[in-house]
């Protein structure tokens, strides 16, 4: 699934001054973020799935997309979601399969919200600029975001830690 959003994405020719590693590592960290947020841990995953799908939102506003443009490729996950597990969901008996439904799309609705967050900041911040500054404040280097990635990627190992 990871591989076919990556696709996807790389298609679209929209990654700006990222590199399509990052992209790659970001689409994976919040497939597995997801999968936390299916399992026991859900609670203890919350608060990275808002801060993973933040980031992707950040990161979209320096690749250059549109705030639809993200809120686009989280509904390609959705898609995919469906795609991949939609029959495992449908044979699960009823009560069960609609309750996994409903929590994947609250999920997934959530992930856009908090994504749209994200780009939002960074199309603010990249506005605002101060006396002792020349460049937007959303400028990253790739530095920034590999310490980024790698911060919530932790964050994610401690938690399956716990399984």
Avoid: C
């Avoid at 994405?9 to 790659?24: C, D, Q, Y």
């Avoid at 999920?107 to 600029?129: E, F, H, K, N, P």
């Avoid at 975001?145 to 399984?163: K, N, Q, Y």
């Amino acid at each position: 699934m990871a591989s076919e959003w990556i696709e996807w994405l790389t298609a679209r020719n929209a990654s700006g001054s990222i590199p399509a590693v990052f992209i790659e590592r970001e689409v994976r960290l919040a497939i597995d973020t997801l999968i936390e947020m299916l399992g026991p841990l859900r609670r203890e995953s919350k608060q990275l799935w808002t801060s993973v799908m933040e980031h992707y939102g950040r990161t979209a506003a320096a690749r250059g997309l549109a705030a639809g443009e993200v809120v686009e490729e989280i509904q390609q996950l959705r898609s995919l979601l469906i795609k991949y597990i939609g029959a495992s969901v449908a044979a699960m008996r009823p009560r069960r399969g609609v309750a996994v439904f409903l929590r994947l799309n609250d999920l997934i609705d959530r992930g856009i919200a908090q994504s749209v967050v994200g780009y939002t900041d960074a199309l603010v911040a990249s506005l605002m600029m101060t006396d002792r500054h020349t460049s937007p404040l959303t400028e990253t280097s790739t530095e920034d975001f590999e310490r980024h990635l790698s911060g919530l990627e932790e964050r994610l190992a401690e938690i399956t830690a716990r399984h």
